[in-house]
């Protein structure tokens, strides 16, 4: 069974700095695109950083120069380091990984439960 697990979301004061975690387990994922993404009330799920399959990084622009994305792929983890947070950063924060393979007809997409960031001004 595949499981995604967050951890280390809080309440953080703006200036901040918050390390979240994300352990995957059920599954080889070093192939996987992996990635952290974001939802804050009554707006669309986006992404905030995250690999390529090939090993290339993405960042969204309002994080640039403040977070950082980090993988383990010995300890199936994907760290999200933010720094400098702001009152905007505040949502629930998911981890996803994706293995599809549309060539073969292949779905693998999954997502963790979420941990909630929470800054302060």
């Known amino acids: 069974q595949v499981q995604l697990v967050e951890s ?3 309440l953080v ?7 979240l975690s994300c352990a995957a387990s059920g599954r080889t994922f070093s ?3 992996m990635g ?10 986006e992404l905030v950083a ?3 399959s090939d090993g290339s990084t993405k960042y969204a ?4 120069d403040r977070f950082t994305i980090s ?3 010995t300890m199936n983890t ?3 380091q933010m720094n400098s947070l702001k009152p905007e950063d505040t949502a629930v924060y998911y981890c996803h990984a994706d293995g599809s393979d549309y060539n073969y007809g292949l779905v693998l997409d999954y997502w963790g439960q979420g941990t909630q960031v929470i800054v302060s001004s």
């Open 61 to 64: 622009d309002s994080v640039k």
């Open 71 to 73: 993988r383990d792929n």
């Open 36 to 45: 952290w993404f974001r939802q804050a009330p009554g707006k669309e799920r």
């Open 50 to 52: 995250g690999f390529s």
């Open 31 to 33: 192939s996987y695109a």
């Open 78 to 80: 994907v760290y999200l």
């Open 8 to 10: 280390g979301g809080g």
């Open 13 to 19: 004061q703006a200036g901040g700095s918050l390390r």
